[in-house]
Each structure stands twice: as C-alpha cells, then as structure tokens.
C-alpha cells in the first residue's frame, strides 16, 4: 500500500500540471485593467494634437478659401512660398528679430545673474523688483511701451533729449521697427535668463575659485575660464527657451505694430494670420503653417544637440 501511493503521488502531480496548463490556454483574453485610463489620454491626445495636425497637413495640399469649395492642388502652395517676397521677408524678420532677442537677453541675464549672486543689502528685494517685467502681460507691456516710443509725447524720446541725441521714430519707423520690439522683448525676459543662470551659478563649486586665489588669478580670468565655461550648459538651456519663445512671437508684435509700418515688422506668424484670418486663404495658410512648424523644430533640435555636446567635463577640459 505504501509503495502504490509513493508512485501514484508523480502520476497525479503530471496529471494536475497538464490540466492547468490546458486550462491556461484555453482562458478567454482579457484587456489589461489600465485600459480604462489609458484609452481617454489617447483619445485626447488623438483629438487635440494628432488630428489638427493631420487635416492642416491636407489643408495645405488644397487650393481653399473660406466660402469656396477646396480642389486639390497639391505642392502647388509650398511651391508657391518659394515665389512669395512677402513670405521672404517675414522669414528674414523672424530669424533678425530671434537672433537679437535670444543674444540680448543672454548677455544682459550673465551680467544680472552675477550682479545679484553677489551678496548686498536688500538683494532679495531688488531681486523682486527685476523679476517683474516677466509676471505682467504681453498685451499690457504693448501698450505701455506704445506710449512711451511716441515720437512727440513718449518718455523715450524724453530721456534721450537728456543725454543730447535726437528723438527717434522708434516703431514708426521700418528701420527702427524691429530693434525696438527687441529692446521690449529683452526688457520683459532677460529676468527669466538672470533666474535660469543664477542656479547655475549657485551650482559651482568653490574650490576652483579658491585655488585660482592662491594662484594669483583676476577676477576677470575666474570669469572667463571657471565661471564662463562651468555656466555655459546653463546658457544654453537659457537660449534654447528664449529662441523657441521669440521665433514665434505674435502677441506684443501684433499689438505693438502689426506688422507695420507697411509690412517692416511682419514676421512669419503676422504673415500666416493675415493670410489665414484676413484673407481667408487656409490651404495656403496651412503651408506656411506647416513650414513654420519645421522652422521651430529644426531650430529646436540644433540647439539641443549643441545642448548634449555641451557637457561639464568637455566644458571644463576646453577651458
């Protein structure tokens, strides 16, 4: 009796095995239990990005004006762009006016950044102070700045009179036009570029500093060659935020200007809202749109591989 149990113990242990494996493979699939809140952000995602992008993509292979049935046309609106001066030139605007208001705030946010990372009384509150320009809104800052370059009642004439240079015509003039929104765009957002280099500056260590002391070093060669090279990862991030936002700039240029005088100040954005929203031209609004969306990203992508080339030790090893 004990032996006939010993070996039927291995017989109904295989027997078992094989009924849950059978039973295993014939179970009925089921979705995963995260389904629920997986399929509404993909919903969302699909509605809201995926498909605005999609129709704008068929959009601009159409000939489509508002009121009018859409033909299909289409490379004929990129084509098109090739040929349209007034698309050049907003294109030529756009990249002046991102050079200036990427170059002007960085170079302003190093020297605020390291004038309010040195100790003194009542940094923080001055600190405060600095960082306001950035909390107001673009269309008030418009305004505001709209008054103040009036030729003949505007403060800035006012101040340069004090100093003997002649009134300007400031952004009523077309070779004025775009230095001047440059001057607004760096007085709002080179706080942003103080408080990005600022935590740079408090994330360098010490002892460079100390061991440039003991060799004698200035206060311009740390400068240049422990601080400038150690903030540099840190500027970069700073230029990659500033060139996305000032490439595509609309609000204080619109309310400022228009793209005036004439079409002087008209950037790539003004041009794809007039020809989309004035002249309710869409399929060719599309195409610029879309041009401009690989502007942005192909802008995005240079900096953020000079981003990734740009590492602490390679920094540090060049200096």
Same mark, same amino acid.
Do not use: C
């Given at each position: 009796?004990?032996?006939?149990? +010993?070996?039927?113990?291995?017989?109904?242990?295989?027997?078992?095995?094989?009924?849950?494996?059978?039973?295993?493979?014939?179970?009925?699939?089921?979705?995963?239990?995260?389904?629920?809140?997986?399929?509404?952000?993909?919903?969302?995602?699909?509605?809201?990005?995926?498909?605005?992008?999609?129709?704008?993509?068929?959009?601009?292979?159409?000939?489509?004006?508002?009121?009018?049935?859409?033909?299909?046309?289409?490379?004929?609106?990129?084509?098109?762009?090739?040929?349209?001066?007034?698309?050049?030139?907003?294109?030529?605007?756009?990249? +002046?006016?991102?050079?200036?208001?990427? &170059?002007?705030?960085?170079?302003?946010?190093?020297?605020?950044?390291?004038?309010?990372?040195?100790?003194?009384?009542?940094?923080?509150?001055?600190?405060? @102070?600095?960082?306001?320009?950035?909390?107001?809104?673009? &269309?008030?800052?418009?305004?505001?700045?709209?008054?103040?370059?009036?030729?003949?009642?505007?403060?800035?004439?006012?101040?340069?009179?004090?100093?003997?240079?002649?009134?300007?015509?400031?952004?009523?003039?077309?070779?004025?036009?775009?230095?001047?929104?440059?001057?607004?765009?760096?007085?709002?957002?080179?706080?942003?570029?103080?408080?990005?280099?600022?935590?740079? @500056?408090?994330?360098?260590?010490?002892?460079?500093?100390?061991?440039?002391?003991?060799?004698?070093?200035?206060?311009?060669?740390?400068?240049?060659?422990?601080?400038?090279?150690?903030?540099?990862?840190?500027?970069?991030?700073?230029?990659?935020?500033?060139?996305?936002?000032?490439?595509?700039?609309?609000?204080?240029?619109?309310?400022?200007?228009?793209?005036?005088?004439?079409?002087?100040?008209?950037?790539?954005?003004?041009?794809?809202?007039?020809?989309?929203?004035?002249?309710?031209?869409?399929?060719?609004?599309?195409?610029?749109?879309?041009?401009?969306?690989?502007?942005?990203?192909?802008?995005?992508?240079?900096?953020?591989?000079?981003?990734?080339?740009?590492?602490?030790?390679?920094?540090?090893?060049?200096?």
């Amino acid at each position: 009796m004990v032996d006939a149990n +010993v070996k039927s113990t291995p017989l109904m242990t295989v027997g078992s095995a094989a009924e849950r494996g059978a039973v295993a493979t014939a179970a009925p699939w089921r979705p995963p239990s995260y389904w629920p809140f997986v399929v509404p952000a993909v919903l969302v995602v699909g509605g809201v990005i995926i498909f605005p992008w999609v129709f704008t993509v068929w959009m601009s292979l159409q000939g489509w004006k508002v009121g009018e049935a859409p033909r299909f046309v289409g490379l004929a609106n990129y084509v098109r762009l090739l040929t349209d001066a007034r698309f050049i030139d907003a294109t030529i605007h756009t990249l +002046v006016y991102t050079v200036l208001a990427v &170059v002007l705030p960085l170079v302003l946010g190093v020297v605020a950044a390291l004038i309010f990372h040195a100790k003194f009384p009542a940094r923080g509150l001055l600190r405060g @102070l600095f960082v306001m320009p950035m909390m107001a809104t673009p &269309v008030a800052i418009a305004l505001v700045w709209t008054m103040m370059f009036h030729p003949q009642l505007g403060v800035m004439n006012y101040l340069l009179s004090l100093v003997g240079i002649p009134a300007q015509l400031w952004i009523f003039h077309p070779a004025t036009v775009i230095p001047s929104l440059v001057l607004v765009e760096t007085w709002q957002w080179t706080p942003l570029v103080m408080l990005i280099l600022l935590g740079g @500056l408090a994330a360098i260590p010490t002892e460079p500093y100390e061991s440039a002391l003991m060799d004698g070093a200035s206060q311009w060669q740390m400068f240049r060659y422990i601080t400038l090279p150690l903030l540099a990862p840190f500027m970069l991030v700073a230029a990659i935020i500033r060139t996305i936002d000032a490439v595509k700039s609309f609000d204080i240029i619109f309310a400022m200007t228009q793209g005036g005088p004439g079409t002087a100040s008209e950037t790539i954005n003004l041009y794809l809202y007039s020809v989309a929203f004035v002249y309710y031209d869409v399929g060719y609004g599309s195409a610029i749109a879309l041009v401009f969306f690989l502007l942005v990203v192909a802008l995005s992508v240079l900096l953020l591989y000079l981003r990734r080339r740009t590492q602490w030790m390679d920094v540090g090893t060049s200096a």
